[in-house]
């Protein structure tokens, strides 16, 4: 049973562009949730995907958007950077309203 | 907003020592579930609490749910220094099967 995989693990990125994170799903899951985590915080959660189709938003603004694809990959996407957008962006699959298994995250820095 | 205060946000402790963490709202949770979270890494699931009062044990790792489902402790007896850790509480709402309210963490330190 495979676990869950972010790519890339590390990113430098500058104000103003646009950066796309990858996340593949464990295997039986069909539910990926995204969260954001500030040094020191706790996870904020972004958004969540089931069947495609996004399922739940937090408090984020729409420059922050995602995909899910057939196969219960997703990607999350940030148009026009901020510095504050610069966190660990946590990926997780669950089956729905199951428990939530992580990836070991993406960490965006942003210029 | 729901909100969950965990407490202390830092601990550090000699080996051998207890030590309780607490996760407190006071908005009601459906279920309740305590991570473990290493340096560069996502966290992982230690256990999860779904009844009021519910007691779950985990080797020296004592997990209660409080009577209400607004608050629930995290116990360690015997603090050995492969404990040290960032330890995070996340409740589920009762209105939303979709995300999960965080804990700021407790940053745990155990000294040999």
């Known amino acids: 049973e495979t676990g869950v995989t972010q790519s890339p693990t590390h990113l430098i990125k500058t104000r103003g562009q646009q950066v796309t994170l990858r996340c593949s799903s464990q295997?039986?899951?069909?539910?990926v949730s995204w969260y954001q985590q500030a040094l020191g915080q706790g996870p904020q959660f972004i958004f969540q995907?089931?069947?495609?189709?996004?399922?739940g938003r937090g408090n984020f603004p729409p420059r922050f958007s995602g995909l899910q694809f057939p196969n219960y990959s997703s990607e999350l996407n940030v148009n026009a950077l901020e510095l504050d957008d610069s966190a660990l962006y946590l990926c997780?699959?669950?089956?729905?309203?199951?428990?939530?298994?992580f990836g070991s995250g993406t960490r965006l820095t942003v210029v | 907003t729901q909100l969950l205060e965990q407490s202390p946000q830092f601990l550090s402790i000699q080996e051998g020592e207890n030590l309780t963490v607490y996760c407190n709202s006071s908005?009601?949770?459906?279920?309740l579930q305590w991570y473990r979270q290493e340096p560069g890494e996502g966290p992982v699931l230690l256990v999860t609490?779904?009844?009021g009062g519910e007691v779950k044990k985990l080797k020296r790792l004592t997990f209660q749910f409080g009577d209400a489902r607004k608050d629930s402790s995290l116990h360690i007896t015997a603090a050995q220094p492969g404990d040290t850790g960032l330890y995070l509480c996340?409740?589920?709402?009762?209105?939303?099967?979709?995300?999960?309210?965080w804990g700021a963490g407790t940053k745990l330190i155990i000294k040999p």
């Open positions: 908005s009601v949770f459906s279920s």
């Open positions: 996340a409740g589920s709402p009762r209105d939303s099967n979709y995300q999960l309210i």
């Open positions: 997780a699959s669950s089956r729905l309203g199951g428990g939530y298994t």
């Open positions: 295997s039986g899951h069909n539910t």
């Open positions: 995907y089931y069947r495609e189709e996004e399922n």
């Open positions: 609490v779904v009844t």
